[in-house]
């Protein structure tokens, strides 16, 4: 039997995507997914692109700003629109590497902490710009993983939220890997409530939650997702 196409996948990860919101009681269309593109040959990319997959996700600045240029140089000679792509950063920012990564994604899902958030706020005011973004909050309490501390509670996101320059338009987080679906929805969940309890706060519409990947994303789904970051089962193992 002949391998998948990377858009028989595509549709595959689709359907089970609506499935989730419609089994949760949601719109079909209430989650958008974002493929993760990290280390992908980029034919492989314009092949998801060309299914219509626009939304891109990346989390190493150096490789990310040398493959949006290459892979719109690729979506050119393919007679595809170029202007279409929205890339996510998505993996850990360094506060030495913002004045790189500012101003180059349509959307940063990883801010992690209030000095980020800070040197994002100057360098988008100096730039007379918006940046959007999002707050990583640590919801599985692992020490390796990155976030705004939960117990910060939601005082901490509504100083970030009054920074000039930024645009807050929600919270990401990460599921323990491994864990089972009562441990993952209740994560999920908390940070679903955190968002609420940050509407109230700040009177932001906060609309966004990015959380959810390849082995978790129906479950983060089912407590609110409405971005899921998915790699593997799109594109395959990683070629690099």
């Keep these: 039997m002949a391998a998948q ?19 949760a009681g949601r719109p079909a269309d209430a989650t958008r997914l974002v493929a993760v593109s990290k280390r992908i ?38 007679g ?3 202007a279409n792509l929205r890339w996510h950063f998505i993996g850990h920012l360094q506060s030495n590497k913002a004045g790189k990564a500012a101003g180059r994604f349509h959307m940063l899902h990883s801010v992690d902490s209030a000095k980020l ?13 918006s940046e959007r973004i999002l707050l ?32 807050l338009i929600g919270l990401m987080g990460m599921g323990r890997y491994g864990a089972e679906e009562r441990e993952l929805r209740a994560g999920f969940a908390d940070l679903r409530n955190l968002c609420e309890e940050a509407r109230t706060e700040t009177g932001l519409p906060l609309p966004e939650l990015s959380m959810g990947m390849s082995g978790d994303f129906e479950a983060a789904i089912a407590e609110g997702s409405t971005l899921v970051r998915i790699g593997g089962a799109i594109f395959g193992p990683r070629q690099y």
């Design 41 to 78: 040959p980029l034919p492989l990319v314009v092949e998801a692109c060309r299914a219509g997959q626009w939304d891109l996700g990346e989390n190493r600045i150096p490789e990310a700003l040398d493959r949006q240029p290459e892979l719109e140089r690729l979506l050119d000679a393919a």
């Design 136 to 167: 990583e909050i640590n919801i599985s309490g692992e020490e390796q993983k990155t976030g705004l501390d939960r117990s910060l509670g939601v005082e901490t996101v509504a100083r970030i939220a009054e920074l000039p320059g930024l645009e």
């Design 5 to 23: 196409t990377v858009a028989e996948r595509l549709d595959e990860v689709r359907a089970r995507i609506t499935n989730a919101c419609v089994r």
């Design 80 to 82: 595809l629109p170029a």
């Design 117 to 129: 958030a800070t040197r994002l706020s100057r360098l988008a005011t100096e730039a007379g710009r």
